[in-house]
């Protein structure tokens, strides 16, 4: 029965001795490949390389079988397969370059990759029989994977940037031309601008003699028009110099008028200060007279309070004792009632059960003890 490791990249015992076996089978192989290529000076045809590409195609894909069923713990009759496949696959491949030596760089990066190959299964060798897991195998794939993807990354940037200097430099021989183009414009539009400076100059010759004139005809109307506003305002200074005259009459007599009204306001404001103080007297001498009588009125006041208070206290007593009346007779009414109410119950329990007065009336004892024999039999019964 196979151990099962819990973490998944962890083999048991005898999963790590079956791929430890595969591993270093791997690697004698791959060095007994290294002995055999050599690097010959003659190529080969493409037809050749088109078939050891499909090998190693086939090998890749059985490599990447073999590392899922690794991980997925797969049975092992299909590990054993495909380890079977992954050795013939190897040998067609060696016969192959034995058959049809590649070319000399071809050869170069194919040593290069099998003594990469050989350290790789070496490491993993050691790692599975050590540690009995092949993360340092999964770690390589991940890294060779980057490594291809970068690669890729480089080659799609750098077509990139051929398509893009293309496209540039096709940009820049559209824009030598136009800008040729937009040169010859430029000078014929010069020419075209020479030609109206000299009759913009002539134009504006004539019409800065036209101004001139229209300046100076201008200037005249303007002198006219001022001398004639300098009179204008001359009349209206006259007339504003008149009506200053007037209104410092009128302000001399409006001060006089205010003056006297002053006095007068000033006569009144003493005769109503008197009446102030007056007055003010007279309503000190009530508000004493008041305070007086808001004194007599407090104690008169306090009097009826203290006598309200008596009576309050009468009027609460007599109240407290007429409802304590009225209670103790609701209560003796509801005695009266309830006692009337028992006496009729007692009266009835006494009739139904014949108690007291309302006894049955007893016969001769003999007959009287038959009769309580007979009843005990039914209740037997």
């Given at each position: 029965?196979?151990?099962?490791?819990?973490?998944?990249?962890?083999?048991?015992?005898?999963?790590?001795?079956?791929?430890?076996?595969?591993?270093?089978?791997?690697?004698?192989?791959?060095a007994?490949?290294?002995?055999?290529?050599?690097?010959?000076?003659?190529?080969?045809?493409?037809?050749?390389?088109?078939?050891?590409?499909?090998?190693?195609n086939s090998?890749?894909?059985?490599e990447?079988?073999?590392?899922?069923?690794?991980?997925?713990?797969?049975?092992?009759?299909?590990?054993?397969?495909?380890k079977?496949?992954?050795?013939?696959?190897?040998?067609?491949?060696?016969?192959?370059?034995?058959?049809?030596?590649?070319?000399?760089?071809?050869?170069?990066?194919?040593?290069?990759?099998?003594?990469?190959l050989?350290?790789?299964?070496?490491?993993?060798?050691?790692?599975?029989?050590?540690?009995g897991?092949?993360?340092?195998?999964?770690?390589?794939?991940?890294?060779?994977?980057?490594?291809?993807?970068?690669?890729?990354?480089?080659?799609?940037?750098?077509?990139?940037?051929?398509?893009?200097?293309?496209?540039?430099?096709?940009?820049?021989?559209?824009?030598?031309?136009?800008?040729?183009?937009?040169?010859?414009?430029?000078?014929?539009?010069?020419?075209?601008?020479?030609?109206?400076?000299?009759?913009?100059?002539a134009?504006?010759?004539?019409?800065?003699?036209?101004?001139?004139?229209?300046?100076?005809?201008?200037?005249?109307?303007?002198?006219?028009?001022?001398?004639?506003?300098?009179?204008?305002?001359?009349?209206?200074?006259?007339?504003?110099?008149?009506?200053?005259?007037?209104?410092?009459?009128?302000?001399?007599?409006?001060?006089?008028?205010?003056k006297?009204?002053?006095?007068?306001?000033?006569?009144?404001?003493?005769?109503?200060?008197?009446?102030?103080?007056?007055?003010?007297?007279?309503?000190?001498?009530?508000?004493?007279?008041?305070?007086?009588?808001?004194?007599?009125?407090?104690?008169?006041?306090?009097?009826?309070?203290?006598?309200?208070?008596?009576?309050?206290?009468?009027?609460?007593?007599?109240?407290?004792?007429?409802?304590?009346?009225?209670?103790?007779?609701?209560?003796?009414?509801?005695?009266?009632?309830?006692a009337?109410?028992?006496?009729?119950?007692?009266?009835g329990?006494?009739?139904?059960?014949?108690?007291?007065?309302?006894?049955?009336?007893?016969?001769?004892?003999?007959?009287?003890?038959?009769?309580?024999?007979?009843?005990?039999?039914?209740?037997?019964?």
């Amino acid at each position: 029965m196979l151990l099962v490791s819990d973490s998944p990249l962890e083999l048991c015992a005898l999963d790590a001795e079956h791929v430890a076996a595969v591993l270093e089978d791997c690697v004698d192989q791959l060095a007994v490949l290294g002995s055999i290529i050599t690097v010959p000076e003659n190529t080969i045809s493409s037809g050749s390389l088109n078939e050891i590409a499909k090998l190693l195609n086939s090998q890749k894909q059985l490599e990447g079988r073999y590392e899922e069923l690794v991980i997925s713990d797969r049975p092992s009759n299909e590990l054993a397969n495909v380890k079977q496949n992954m050795k013939s696959s190897a040998q067609a491949l060696v016969r192959n370059v034995k058959l049809n030596p590649l070319a000399t760089e071809n050869l170069i990066k194919l040593q290069q990759d099998r003594e990469y190959l050989q350290l790789l299964a070496s490491e993993c060798l050691e790692e599975v029989s050590q540690e009995g897991s092949f993360e340092g195998l999964i770690r390589a794939t991940v890294e060779e994977r980057e490594k291809k993807n970068k690669l890729q990354e480089t080659i799609l940037r750098e077509e990139d940037a051929r398509k893009n200097v293309r496209s540039l430099q096709r940009q820049l021989l559209e824009l030598k031309r136009s800008k040729e183009v937009e040169m010859q414009s430029r000078n014929e539009m010069i020419a075209h601008l020479k030609d109206q400076l000299q009759e913009t100059r002539a134009k504006t010759t004539m019409e800065r003699k036209y101004i001139e004139k229209e300046c100076q005809v201008q200037k005249v109307m303007k002198n006219k028009k001022c001398n004639m506003t300098e009179a204008e305002l001359q009349a209206e200074l006259e007339n504003l110099q008149m009506q200053m005259e007037e209104e410092t009459k009128v302000n001399k007599e409006t001060e006089m008028w205010v003056k006297k009204h002053h006095d007068q306001l000033q006569e009144k404001v003493e005769y109503w200060m008197d009446k102030y103080e007056k007055e003010v007297d007279q309503k000190s001498e009530e508000l004493s007279t008041l305070k007086g009588t808001k004194a007599n009125i407090l104690l008169k006041l306090q009097e009826l309070t203290l006598k309200f208070q008596e009576y309050d206290e009468v009027v609460t007593e007599d109240r407290a004792q007429k409802e304590r009346a009225q209670k103790a007779a609701e209560k003796a009414q509801l005695e009266i009632k309830s006692a009337t109410k028992i006496q009729a119950w007692w009266k009835g329990v006494m009739v139904r059960k014949g108690l007291g007065p309302y006894a049955k009336k007893k016969g001769k004892k003999g007959k009287g003890k038959k009769g309580k024999k007979g009843k005990k039999g039914k209740k037997g019964k």
